[in-house]
T-cell receptor, first 117, second 113 residues
Framework: KQEVTQIPAALSVPEGENLVLNCSFTDSAIYNLQWFRQDPGKGLTSLLLIQSSQREQTSGRLNASLDKSSGRSTLYIAASQPGDSATYLC????????????????FGQGTILTVHP | DAGITQSPRHKVTETGTPVTLRCHQT?????MYWYRQDPGHGLRLIHYSYGVKDTDKGEVSDGYSVSRSKTEDFLLTLESATSSQTSVYFC????????????FGPGTRLTVL
């Protein structure tokens, strides 16, 4: 079974700290990996998408890396702010044998991040 | 924000009653998805659609059916709701390209008593 695991489940840091969220997946046959943010009571917002041929993507203070061979991705947040407090979800698009994935995603359970002033 | 709406946003119903949730998009995206989100399980795919009248099962499809008669609408039906189907349901859309993310609706909170 294709699974996605996120560690830690929760993280609390002081404002200004740099932090790393981890995501691991069980199958290296992927077509992309995505990081989402979810605020309480809201839907998901896409942060970064890394294609299987890429090693990393950057957007502002966020940097996501991908290592397919080890089945790992990290989301690095620089100079954290209280507004970064949210749940961060990793989602993997696994390739299937027929090569048609229909864009389906398998999600990790998320990391709840709290940045305190 | 992507043009995705879900209705109703909140619903309380009783065990054994049928329930239909609606997802509507204005983006003309080909792919649509229904997920449920539960504590300890993250988001799990229920059903998805890759075109009008083209649907398939996801990871947790038992007890659910879907229909897509128009590009813009994707309906999720609980034929006979059970308490285990109490959850938050999210609809998502995508063009399905390798470079494409999924855009999520605001969610429907369903409580089955």
């Amino acid at each position: 079974k294709q699974e996605v695991t996120q560690i830690p489940a929760a993280l609390s840091v002081p404002e200004g700290e740099n932090l790393v969220l981890n995501c691991s997946f069980t199958d290296s046959a992927i077509y992309n990996l995505q990081w989402f943010r979810q605020d309480p009571g809201k839907g998901l917002t896409s942060l970064l998408l890394i294609q299987s041929s890429q090693r990393e993507q950057t957007s502002g203070r966020l940097n996501a890396s991908l290592d397919k061979s080890s089945g790992r991705s990290t989301l690095y947040i620089a100079a954290s702010q209280p507004g970064d407090s949210a749940t961060y979800l990793c989602a993997v698009g696994f390739s299937n044998a027929g090569g048609t994935s229909y864009g389906k995603l398998t999600f990790g359970q998320g990391t709840i991040l709290t940045v305190h002033p | 924000d992507a043009g995705i709406t879900q209705s109703p946003r909140h619903k309380v119903t009783e065990t054994g009653t049928p329930v239909t949730l609606r997802c509507h998009q204005t983006e003309n995206h080909r792919y649509m998805y229904w997920y449920r989100q539960d504590p300890g399980h993250g988001l799990r795919l229920i059903h998805y659609s890759y075109g009008v009248k083209d649907t398939d099962k996801g990871e947790v499809s038992d007890g659910y059916s879907v229909s897509r008669s128009k590009t813009e609408d994707f309906l999720l039906t609980l034929e006979s709701a059970t308490s285990s189907q109490t959850s938050v349901y999210f609809c998502a859309i995508s063009r399905g390209l390798l470079t494409d993310t999924q855009y999520f609706g605001p969610g429907t909170r369903l409580t089955v008593l």
